[in-house]
DNA sequence: ATACTTGCAAAAGATTTGCCGCATG
DNA sequence: CATGCGGCAAATCTTTTGCAAGTAT
């Protein structure tokens, strides 16, 4: 059983077979493609097709809006018009994204996370979530 | 003549009578709806339109793009599925926004912009650009 | 049993584009 | 005058939804 299975299961989000399988790829996604690995639906269903190929691309999008909503999965909107999905972790982290070759590298950063949560107390608000992205090139190494 | 205006002459970019007014209802943005606007771009259709009718939406949405592409007016994607557009200025913000209202505060923080930087370095990359943006909720007052 | 799910195709919402007459530099 | 621009409607792309039939608890 995929880790996010257990989740739904904890969480008593309904499983259903076509679930079951996108449940599953996304909790391959890192192992199998890499820490880069952010699959956006098209994607998603490509790799569920290659298990069951009856499952529609509209089970895909409701199943990760409702894993979503779950707090079981994460979307991004990098910028490019769709959505990215990645499996929530406990550790959070943020985005790099190289502007040449689309590659998303991923990080941490304590002092940014606690300067973000002053600043919104400071404006008189409670930090819910946040998006941080940096765009840049790869340095050259002479 | 708008600070838009003048700042397409500054770069070369070919003015019309539908590029003055969209350079127009961008300029006054700020001014005539306050800090907090971002508009959209059937907003920005429908402020345009009350100064000339004629005026497609398909020619705010190619003048929004040329003019983001020619680095006048910024984009943005708010959790929204639509993009929002404001003037570049030179001070550089981020946005706090307020996911009960969708009200959108801007802010600064030097110590977030410089760590940033550094972070990017540390993973071999020159920073280009970024996106900080924190959903959150106002603390009530007792 | 009964409420929730799914596949399909159609719909919706945002944005882009082809065409052709028209305006700009 | 030559090239680029704008209006219109059609096209595109991503995501959502109505419906009828199937499935999980």
Redesign the pocket.
């Known amino acids: 059983m995929s880790i996010i299975e257990e989740k739904c299961k904890a969480k008593g ?7 079951r399988i996108i449940a599953k790829v996304m909790s391959d996604s890192k192992q199998t493609y890499g820490s880069k690995d952010h699959p ?3 994607e998603l269903h490509k790799r569920v097709s290659s298990i ?1 190929k ?6 895909v ?3 990760v ?2 894993f979503e909503e779950a707090g079981i999965i994460e979307r991004h909107d990098f910028k490019e ?3 990215r999905y990645e499996p929530l972790t406990d550790e959070h982290h943020d985005h790099l994204i190289d502007i040449n070759t689309g590659e998303i590298i991923e990080f941490v950063d304590e002092e940014i996370e606690k300067l973000q949560k002053k600043v919104s107390e400071k404006l008189g608000y409670k930090l819910v979530d946040h998006k941080l992205e940096l765009y840049a090139t790869k340095i050259k190494k002479n």
């Open positions: 989000v309904r499983l259903t077979e076509q679930r956006d639906v098209d069951d009856n499952i529609s691309i509209a089970t999008y409701r199943t809006k409702l018009g769709k959505a």
